[in-house]
């Protein structure tokens, strides 16, 4: 039994208001069709269908102040209530006390320590471990989790031999952002298919999208649909590629944010909790998932780690 771990930075389940959620504006025909002809709004979840479960997941896990970045993440790469822990919720990228919870506790370490494979599909360009290597760039709760489980983050070199995906999950931001004009470019549809095919070369894989949290920052609501369309893409070819018996594939957040452009800052809305897979397999899988400290648990029990 594989899962493919699919985070989107920065989404919550918001509402209903054209004006400010692009979720309430995007053209989603995809993951629409799957949750019965709604949107991916507040008022959809709970939705139990024949391909798709969505629940509405609380992340602010009892603890004053906004979630963030670093605790988010940790939260969900360890099941642990960190920000209840530590009394505050941090970011955006861990600080000291956070990362100490990034070792032998996460879902990758403890995946390698039952001898499964894991990944992060993730492609880095060379400018990210240049400022890694120098002391500009600090890792996120992700990347660090990652590496201190032992596997290493993909480079230009793997995402240019197929090993990896970029983090627009097409290629397009090596062309026009990072100056790699030979670098892979996929259609969206295409991607989600090769998403597909990484994947199943792992019992534990794992996808960070981080420019769903921009937009937001940056109340960018023509840069938030685009988003959305494209991921509506790389969903159906993913979907279409993945098979049920092969395992589940879990997308979810850290904290609201894109969904209420009406604010810079992150929000408290519940994010969501979208699994897809065998119907019965899910059931099981979702039944202690209220909060961010329900995913890791679920997780490790399926994987049997």
Known sequence: MKILFLFLDGIGLGENDPEKNP??????????????????????????????????????????????????????LTGINIPAELGY????????????????????????????????????????????????RLYSAIPLALTNAGPPLFTDKDYYEGHALSADFTGEGWHSFLGFPNAPLFDAHTAGIKLAELAK????????????????????????????????????????TWQNEEGLILLTSDHGNMEDLSTRKHTAAPVPFLLFGDKNIRSEFKKDIHDLTGIAPAISKLLGI
């Open 89 to 136: 919720h941090y970011g955006p990228k861990p600080n000291p006390e956070v990362a100490h919870y990034l070792d032998e506790r996460t879902i990758f370490s403890k995946t390698i320590k039952a001898n499964k494979k894991t990944a992060l599909l993730n492609a880095y360009p060379p400018r990210y471990f240049d400022g890694i290597d120098s002391g500009k």
């Open 23 to 76: 979720f309430a504006r995007a053209k989603m025909p995809y993951l629409e069709s799957l949750l019965g002809g709604q949107t991916l709004i507040y008022n959809t979840a709970p939705f139990e269908g024949e391909l798709v479960s969505l629940l509405a997941v609380d992340a602010n896990l009892g603890v004053k102040g906004l979630p963030q970045s670093a605790t988010g993440q940790s939260v969900l």
């Open 201 to 240: 070369q792992y019992d534990f894989s794992f996808f960070e999208y981080w420019a769903s949290d921009y937009a937001g920052h940056k109340q960018d609501m023509e840069s938030a649909i685009s988003q959305l369309e494209v991921f509506d893409s790389v969903l159906k070819g993913l979907l279409e």
